[in-house]
């Protein structure tokens, strides 16, 4: 074979291509060997690797939610709507490791099934000959290999021996100690326990497994510690949201098998959307059950109302009480609830005035119609008041402090200030007028029903602590019943519009295996003919001549490789 160093001309500057060229195509030979034993190993790698395959759904987060009380009404009292969500904190709480833990315990995940070929393990899920039955309060080996070899339909042989082993506790998902080494080869029965200090669990035979395809096949399992199977999990996890104007993502799981991730793309949806219904009905769930409590309790004060009414009535045969005594213990009520009210806009309108007797900015305070007072004057007052504050708060937000604008508002907000303290203590004066009215009818009223008989007065308080547990028993059936609407009324905010389904294999791919190839079975004899070019020193060419000599070439001496034959011509006449 001819050979030539390759080195810059005369000049020094630059490589001859057309030598480059003729160097490379005299080599053929290497480019066919390379070539041909790289694309045979990669059709042999992308035949027998084992594959990973991609597996892919489409899901929708709906962030809009509708408030309970505006599908059913008002219903007061109730505050049974979750917070606004964030589209892309779901997709955080979707790949979550509290989710994804749930589905690996689900599908028991940390047990991996395996069945061996001539040159690989490929692992195997829902088509084990056989399961593993962990004893969860003891300890187990992970991180090994266990070998099964399925005997009969009774027995089975289990083998292992490996080093460095982790002894793994699942009741509190830590490792509890190392092992230096740890073996295993013993001939058990299907369903026997399997135990000693460092392990313990059954095998147990598949029924719905055909025996017989699985007795001249080797099978292997291996435990993982669970918080390393969900590291796993999520790293072959993929959530990417499909644009950034909309609420749907592209969730994909590469794995070992189609039918493994199919499930666990499932389950993880499954996992996600119970959570989430879980968090949308845990205010309703907990006010009803804060209402049967308070039904049982009223419901045991309700009937021992009715009994004592009963028994007084048939003891002390009273049947009724005279129009005159309920017409005044109604009068009665009414005018303490005036009292009540009457008391609590005094104490309103003396909590202002203290307020801007302390002179606090009051841009936090309540408005009179919050508290149910109807007062329109001062109502008006106060919104003026707590919008000349939020300006004034936004002027010493933008450091504007010197403005003349902000002398004003401060002006504006003083005067507003003297207004609602003048209509306050006016108020104050009249509503303490107004009291001491009502009070005095509740004391003549009072001195009127106790000239009433005793046992009418006896009775009508216990008719009306009757009919007061009854009005409250009846209002927590109701707020009972709306909030049991509002849980069975609470939709999933996520919805599947694809199922998992598979999307192609990602491992090995044919494209960038069969490209590898090519590129390395091109660069070996490039780099082995510029190599050995590089550490050639001897004269090959009439070029090599040419190049190094200023003298011209007269002629050339033929030789022939084979030194076994003095006549060349004779021996070799076409060489």
């Known amino acids: 074979m001819e050979e030539r160093n390759i080195s810059d001309n005369g000049s020094g500057n630059f490589i001859d291509a057309q030598e480059v060229i003729k160097l490379l195509g005299r080599n053929w030979h290497l480019f066919v060997f390379f070539l041909s034993v790289a694309l045979v190993i990669a059709l042999i790698f992308y035949k027998y690797a084992p594959a990973k395959y991609r597996v892919g759904a489409t899901v929708k987060i709906n962030i809009q939610e509708t408030t309970p009380a505006d599908q059913f009404g008002n219903m007061e009292g109730l505050r049974l709507a979750p917070p606004p969500k964030d589209f892309e904190n779901e997709l955080l709480v979707l790949g979550s490791s509290s989710i994804i833990e749930n589905v690996v315990k689900n599908l028991n995940l940390t047990t991996t099934y395996y069945v061996k070929d001539k040159y690989f393990k490929q692992e195997i899920y829902k088509t084990s000959p056989y399961f593993v039955e962990l004893t969860v309060d003891h300890f187990q080996p992970i991180q090994t290999l266990f070998s099964i070899v399925i005997l009969d339909e009774t027995e089975f042989r289990i083998t292992m021996d490996e080093k460095n082993i982790e002894i793994y506790n699942y009741t509190n998902n830590s490792v509890a100690y190392e092992l230096p080494e740890l073996e295993l080869d013993e001939t058990y029965r299907f369903g026997e326990l399997i135990e000693n200090r460092h392990m313990s669990f059954k095998i147990i035979l598949n029924s719905e497994f055909d025996i017989n395809t699985a007795l001249d096949r080797k099978y292997l399992f291996s435990l993982s510690a669970l918080y390393d199977q969900i590291g796993i999990m999520q790293s072959t996890l993929a959530i990417e949201p499909a644009s950034e104007e909309s609420t749907v993502a592209y969730v994909n799981i590469t794995g070992n098998n189609i039918a493994k991730s199919v499930d666990f793309l499932n389950s993880l949806f499954d996992n996600y959307i119970f959570r989430n219904l879980e968090k949308k009905n845990f205010l309703a769930t907990n006010t009803i059950d804060y209402i049967e409590d308070q039904l049982a309790s009223i419901s045991d004060s309700l009937l021992f109302t009715e009994q004592q009414l009963q028994d007084f009535r048939r003891n002390y045969q009273v049947l009724d009480i005279a129009d005159k005594a309920n017409r005044m213990y109604a009068q009665l009520d009414e005018y303490k609830t005036q009292q009540r009210d009457l008391e609590r806009q005094n104490s309103y309108y003396t909590q202002i005035q203290e307020y801007f007797t302390r002179n606090m900015n009051s841009s936090d305070l309540l408005a009179p119609s919050s508290m149910g007072i109807e007062d329109p004057v001062i109502n008006t ?29 401060n002006s504006t907000i003083e005067s507003l200030k003297t207004s609602i303290s003048e209509n306050i203590r006016y108020s104050i004066s009249n509503t303490q007028v107004q009291l001491n009215e009502v009070k005095g009818r509740i004391s003549l009223l009072n001195a009127e029903i106790n000239k009433l008989p005793q046992r009418q007065r006896e009775l009508i308080g216990i008719e009306r602590q009757f009919n007061l547990n009854s009005e409250i028993y009846t209002y927590l059936l109701q707020k009972r019943a709306e909030a049991q609407i509002i849980k069975v009324s609470n939709l999933p905010d996520s919805e599947i519009i694809e199922f998992p389904k598979y999307q192609g294999k990602s491992f090995p791919d044919a494209t960038i295996t069969f490209a590898l190839a090519i590129f390395i079975g091109l660069m070996i004899p490039i780099a082995i003919i510029f190599l050995r070019s590089f550490l050639n020193e001897t004269v090959r060419t009439r070029e090599d001549v040419e190049r190094i000599s ?7 001496i033929l030789h022939h490789s084979s030194s076994a034959f003095q006549n060349v011509v004779t021996e070799f006449p076409l060489s």
């Open 550 to 556: 200023p003298y011209p070439v007269l002629s050339e």
């Open 381 to 409: 007052l106060i919104g003026e008041l707590t919008t000349a504050n939020n300006e004034r708060n936004t002027f010493i937000a933008n450091n504007q402090q010197l403005s003349p604008a902000f002398a004003t508002m």
